[in-house]
């Protein structure tokens, strides 16, 4: 008879498997989950999942998912998508990754009003993806900088993982808010350098827009267009964000606000139809559809991993490690690292945060700092394979030519961008304290 450890480790192996061959993801996920946690307790711990399912239904949170794609949807089928693409490549004129970068600063914005990763992904999937492969981009490229642009939503206030941590650590949210500005700004601007510094040593793979097609548009065109088809999406986000910011709307609410915000958007333009609002609908029935599907069957993997002590086998691997504060530090951020391969973020926030909280309060670790660490080292969990939710957010909306490894190759780099943030945060925690400081909380 096996033991549970060695269940959860085949489970592993299976969902790798069945992945590798094509199987989708929400499928490999429920049948690895069903067999192994059923070789493990048999009929037992699936007791527990009728609770964990209502508890995904019933989240008033996910309610802002269908409306911020039916946003990014409607954006994108009114073809306002290209145009501001193709505003943010003439205005970055000859710079290479021009569009990249305006991409980042977008899912900054994305970020801030939604604060929702899976929302945010398919809304920049939807929006530039095809347009970054019609304008020459690598394909690796242009997916690991849509996924990792989408992932900033996880720092970025109003952040769902700093609502948690802050019920968790028993921190005030506003402080967790104001703590989490500082190195949201960091990561965008590493990501930034870095494409600046791969538009210059690979130019091939972020082509700026030719130079004739720059010149053919002046400078008064330009900016016609630019407050034309920029502006009214950016003011939409504004908005959104602001309604966040002042009270006036939760972040459900603000979606709903973001959905009509698109549609006026759209028909100002001149490019509504009731053929697009149909298409529109259509298409966010779908994407939601699979969104919530994955996110269904993802409750069946965690729960057999945690059932079988998977986590338990993970732990025990770095049990050997010396002492002393930075490296009890490192070894949580390392454990957190380990387990976002395999559970999500929701699942490692009550694995390993519980178990290192107290020891590293008795070392005088201050915690604010600590959540920061923490939720910087989460949004890895979002890019790292095979249970990157990134990933599958953005293969689900992806062109056909777009395939898994595409993606996966793409995330690569910005992986290890957020660790080079880390480590930046690590070393200057004022990052992350003097704007809690400065306002007095």
Known sequence: MFEMSTYAVFMLVGFFVMLMIGIPVAISLAVSGFVFGWLGFGETLFNLLPARFYGIVSGYQWMAIP????MGVMLEKSRLADDLLDVMGHIAGGLKGGMAIGIVLFGVLMGATTGIVGATIITLGLLTLPTLIR???????????????????????????????????????????AAAVGPGMLLAAVYIVYL?????????TMPPIPIAERDAVSRRQLWVRFFKVLVPPVMLVVAVLGSIVGGIA????????????????????????????????????????????????????????????????IAGM??????????????????????????????????????????????????VWLAMLITLNLQSSFLTPPFGWALFYLKGVAPPEVNIKDIYKGVVPFIGLQFLALVLLFLFPQIALWLPKAIGW
Request: proline share 5%.
């Open 318 to 367: 770095f049990e050997a490690l010396p002492g002393g504060t930075n490296t009890a530090i490192w070894f949580m951020m390392l454990i957190i690292f380990v387990l976002g391969f395999f559970v999500e973020w929701i699942e490692i926030s009550y694995i390993a945060v519980p178990l290192f909280l107290p020891i590293l309060m008795n070392m005088g670790v201050d915690p």
């Open 67 to 70: 409306l911020f794609v039916f």
């Open 250 to 313: 939760a972040p459900t609410e603000a979606a709903s606000m973001g959905a009509v915000g698109a549609v006026i958007i759209t028909a100002l333009s001149g490019r509504f139809t009731w053929a697009t609002l149909k298409a529109t609908a259509l298409d966010t029935s779908k994407i939601t559809a699979i969104m919530m599907f994955i996110l269904m069957t993802a409750q069946v993997f965690a729960l057999s991993f945690r059932g079988l002590h998977g986590e338990d086998l």
């Open 135 to 177: 304008r020459g981009y690598d394909k690796s490229v242009a997916c690991g900088v849509i996924c990792a642009s989408g992932t900033l939503g996880q720092i970025i206030p109003p952040s769902l993982i700093l609502i948690l941590l802050s019920d968790i650590m028993q921190l005030s949210v506003g402080t967790l808010f």
């Open 196 to 204: 600046v510094i791969m538009g210059w040593l690979k130019p091939e």
